[in-house]
């Protein structure tokens, strides 16, 4: 399996915008003919002496999109961002080996090589070893990818264009997440931009509930890391069914939950092997997506056992820094990038546990749930090996509404489905708050689930919602909340502090589902302080929030 050494590079990889995507990443082969033995190595460098990059110049080797990602949110470019030296690539190259992809991040090359050649390339001054200590591909090789299961769904009405948005059998998994009052106060992706990192995408380009991505040009680059070509219309279908939660449009059947977003369909996965090449072939992806600007990364792909057992991961390898598909989220994360991943489908397994690259901190893992809200029996469990929580939030797993590549909308089950219905609200969230960083919308998720205040090694923080996220995220002035909780015997008080005070107050009070239970408005020059009234609540979580001129807040509050 893998790539065709008598293949070369079909064409250089270029989006809509006319901008080239990092040149360097994706290295055209000059030589072929290695010997049948040769295998993969990451070769890992030393430093980037000889660089002719800057930190001070991104503009050569990142896109303005991924700039201007960076500027909104004051990350720097530093020099992990640098591609890897060129001479160096040329001296590797000279050894004989084929060289495959550069990593900026890592500071290393994948190449493919006999072991003669890859002894002479360890004896090279600048390299610094080799990524595992042995061949990324050394034996059958293929990620523990998030199992799915279609069944054929019922079509019951005729599709028809309605005036508003009818998701026939996809609205439990849209209102489970409040994405129906998102798309109802217009955000639906406009302007964001998603990759998504899978195992292939076919048919995507053929079926008509993918028709709209097309028509409007809104897949803006497509590669292939495992054939290295830019077609990835034909290969596994996984990753088709997973866009499908996010972009699908089919009226009385599937909306996904940023239909409107465009998106950069990259295959890091082969279906019909297991080894760590494919991690390296994650960071690729990751890196590529970086260059080219995302927003949101999405990744229905899991990794801990592989063809050749010396190369499993252990649990207390999901520490947050061992997988290389781990540490690539997190450097995505790091980036300004949000990174959505699936959780596992472990969770009836032996193994149990969460996979790669779910345990990096900075990204979302997302466990499954069926459409009333419990835990599917497969959905991989947490911590992470170093204790932190893990999963992270959880949407429906169970019975997910998708599209299949024959073009009919299906049901599956997988970790693989509940994320990307959480990376299209990630997006559409951002697009509604885009003054938020992407930590900021990563965390306002987080606290915006349903079990936050007592989050667990099964579903995490719980089911994000899009109205507590969007209360939750702003953060503008302090006031002080007593007591909480609070019970039928207590009234809440409200001390006031860091607001201007030539502005009205406007307070409100709502449940868990973002329904307004009480209001008020204070005057200005008035006391630094009030006690709403009593008020007949169910016991449960609510917010308060407070506006006052341009300056907003929300507080939780628990009522016993």
């Not at 649990?315 to 994360?333: I, P």
């Not at 939030?393 to 998708?402: N, W």
């Amino acid at each position: 399996m893998g790539f065709d050494n008598s293949t070369a590079f079909k064409r250089m990889v270029r989006n809509k915008s006319g901008w080239f995507l990092l040149v360097l990443l994706l290295t055209h082969l000059s030589s072929y003919g290695q010997p049948t033995t040769a295998r993969k190595y990451l070769v890992l460098l030393r430093d980037k002496v000889g660089t002719p990059y800057s930190t001070t110049r991104p503009e050569q080797f990142l896109s303005p999109r991924a700039i201007q990602r960076r500027q909104r949110q004051n990350i720097a470019v530093q020099e992990r961002d640098l591609p890897v030296t060129p001479a160096y690539v040329d001296q590797i190259r000279q050894t004989g080996a084929t060289v495959w992809f550069t990593s900026r991040w890592l500071n290393a090359v994948l190449v493919e090589a006999t072991e003669p050649t890859i002894a002479a390339i360890q004896r090279l001054p600048f390299v610094k070893g080799l990524e595992f200590d042995r061949p990324l591909n050394n034996a059958r090789v293929g990620a523990v990818r998030s199992r799915t299961v279609a069944v054929r769904s019922k079509r019951t009405t005729k599709l028809g264009e309605l005036d508003t948005l009818n998701y026939g059998s996809s609205r439990a998994q849209i209102t489970q997440l409040g994405v129906d009052v998102m798309h109802q106060r217009g955000y639906h992706g406009e302007g964001m931009l998603i990759a998504v990192l899978d195992g292939g995408f076919l048919n995507a380009n053929r079926v008509s509930f993918l028709r709209p991505l097309f028509d409007e040009n809104r897949v803006v680059a497509t590669y292939d890391f495992v054939d290295r070509e830019t077609s990835v219309y034909e290969d596994d279908y996984h990753g088709m069914s997973v866009l499908s939660a996010i972009a699908a449009t089919s009226d009385n059947r599937l909306y996904g939950t940023a239909y409107k977003a465009s998106f950069i369909l990259l295959r890091t996965e082969d279906v019909f092997s297991e080894s760590r090449v494919e991690e390296a072939n994650w960071l690729f992806g990751a890196e590529y997506a970086d260059s080219a600007g995302v927003d949101v990364i999405n990744s229905s792909l899991g990794y801990t056992q592989f063809d050749d057992p010396e190369t499993n991961y252990s649990y207390d390898d999901l520490n947050g820094r061992t997988a290389l598909s781990t540490r690539a989220a997190q450097w995505a994360s790091e980036a300004g990038i949000v990174v959505v991943v699936s959780a596992g489908n472990e969770g009836s397994d032996a193994w149990r546990y969460i996979s790669a690259p779910a345990d990096a901190a900075g990204a979302l893992a997302i466990a499954a749930v069926n459409p009333s809200g419990q835990r599917a029996s497969f959905s991989s469990f947490g911590p992470s090996a170093d204790g932190r929580i893990k999963p992270d939030l959880a949407a429906q797993g169970l019975g997910t509404v998708i599209g299949s590549p024959g073009g009919q909308v299906v049901t599956g089950n997988g970790t693989s489905y509940a994320a990307p219905l959480v990376a299209g609200l990630a997006a559409s969230f951002w697009q509604a708050h885009p003054r938020l960083t992407a930590a900021q919308v990563t965390e306002s998720l987080r606290r915006s689930g349903n079990q936050s205040l007592n989050p667990d090694d099964q579903l995490g923080y719980g089911i994000p919602n899009f109205t507590r996220a969007s209360m939750l995220s702003d953060t503008s002035f302090a006031f002080l909340l007593y007591p909480n909780p609070f019970s039928d015997a207590e009234r809440l008080t409200v001390q006031l502090s860091g607001i201007d005070f030539n502005s009205a107050v406007e307070a409100t009070l709502a449940d868990a589902s973002g329904r307004v239970v009480w209001s008020s408005r204070y005057q200005p020059n008035g006391p630094a302080g009030f006690v709403l009234p009593r008020l007949s609540l169910s016991a449960g979580m609510y917010y308060i929030t407070l506006v006052a001129g341009e300056q907003k807040r929300t507080v939780k509050v628990i009522k016993l």
